[in-house]
């Protein structure tokens, strides 16, 4: 299986500043159609996990432009540029291109 | 838009089995794909595998074969999630997800189902 590694684990935030989640792919998630399915979800607290990015940086419809994806290959990011108290709870990466889809461990967003 | 309602948690001996249902409204039919994950306590998301709305055929991820059984009754809209022989480690919130993970438009989530298997 695709291994999926995001850093930090823990990241306590300022509210209006910047934050970025680092993820790493053990594998390629170029797929052979061109695209790279990697995914970004949001978990906040108690609730369901919520899809935030879609194939690296696509936002998904009513996310916030303050949510930005970038990376390539193997190597991906989530950039929040500018924390509001709501972006508060558990972020999760997820890749689609190798069987079977595998998520991050979590990265927590913490004030 | 869709929404699915998932039913109640489960309290179930190891040995025993359970059924989560998952009722879909606002449904709309273009969208092919239900998805079941399963998330035990403190942990990462696994995906369990999905089923086809149209055909009723299921796919099951590693791990997730043999045990569990992924149906539809497509005349009240609901999709099953059936785990028999449990074990402790099954205790888990499983949650069904219409839509495509990896592609547009958005998914849909249930609330989750929260199935704990003790003694």
């Known amino acids: 299986d695709v291994v999926m590694t995001q850093s930090p684990l823990s990241l306590p935030v300022t509210l209006g500043q910047p934050a970025s989640i680092s993820c790493r792919s053990s594998q390629s998630l170029v797929y052979s159609d061109g695209n790279t399915y990697l995914s970004w979800f949001q978990q906040r607290p108690g609730q369901s996990p919520r899809r935030l990015i879609y194939k690296v940086s696509n936002r998904d419809s009513g996310v916030p432009d303050r949510f930005s994806g970038s990376g390539s290959g193997t190597d991906f990011a989530l950039h929040i540029s500018r924390v509001e108290a709501e972006d508060i709870g558990v972020y999760y990466c997820?890749?689609?291109?190798?069987?079977?889809?595998?998520f991050g461990q979590g990265t927590k967003v913490e004030i | 838009q869709a929404q699915l309602v998932q039913s109640g948690s489960e309290l179930k001996k190891p040995g025993a089995s359970v059924k989560v249902s998952c009722k879909a409204s606002g449904y709309t039919f273009d969208i092919d794909t239900m998805n079941w994950l399963r998330q035990a306590p403190g942990q990462r998301p696994e995906w369990m595998g999905w089923i086809s709305s149209s055909t009723g055929n299921p796919t099951y991820a590693q791990g997730f074969t043999g045990r569990f059984v992924f149906s539809l009754d497509t005349s009240v809209s609901t999709a099953y999630l059936q785990i028999s022989s449990l074990k402790a480690e099954d205790t888990a919130v499983y949650y069904c997800?219409?839509?495509?993970?990896?592609?547009?438009?958005?998914?849909?989530w249930g609330q989750g189902t929260l199935v704990t298997v003790s003694s």
């Open positions: 997820m890749q689609g291109t190798r069987w079977p889809a595998t």
């Open positions: 997800v219409l839509g495509d993970l990896h592609q547009p438009p958005p998914t849909y």
